[in-house]
Nanobody
Framework: QVQLVESGGGLVQPGGSLRLSCAAS????????MGWYRQAPGKQRESVAR???????NYGDSVKGRFIISRDNAKNTVYLQMNSLEPEDTAVYYC?????????????WGQGTQVTVSS
């Protein structure tokens, strides 16, 4: 069974930092892209950051300069370092990966981790 397991969410004050982790496990034969999305109450899910196998990354406009995505290919793990957090960053953060499982490339999602930025 293939799964993405996130960790690192929680409550933080404005201006603080958090680091999210997401580890992929199971019978995985390749990973093209790993990334993070978020969804705040009443809003659509939006892309936060994505990183491809070669290391190239892109970010959503609202997090550029504050968030850093990185990846450990040997561990099939992606990280999101979130700095200078704002109340607007409050959301459920979902890990996403495009992976090859049983010969087919497909989209996989984690269960989500809550990030709350509040004083």
């Amino acid at each position: 069974q293939v799964q993405l397991v996130e960790s690192g969410g929680g409550l933080v004050q404005p201006g603080g930092s958090l680091r999210l982790s997401c580890a992929a496990s199971g019978s995985i034969f390749g990973i093209r892209v790993m990334g993070w999305y978020r969804q705040a109450p009443g809003k659509q899910r939006e892309s936060v950051a994505r990183i491809i196998t070669g290391g190239s990354a892109n970010y959503g406009d609202s997090v550029k300069g504050r968030f850093i995505i990185s990846r450990d290919n040997a561990k099939n793990t992606v990280y999101l370092q979130m700095n200078s957090l704002e109340p607007e960053d409050t959301a459920v953060y979902y890990c996403n990966a495009i992976m090859k499982v049983a010969g087919t490339w497909d989209d996989y999602w984690g269960q989500g981790t809550q990030v709350t930025v509040s004083s």
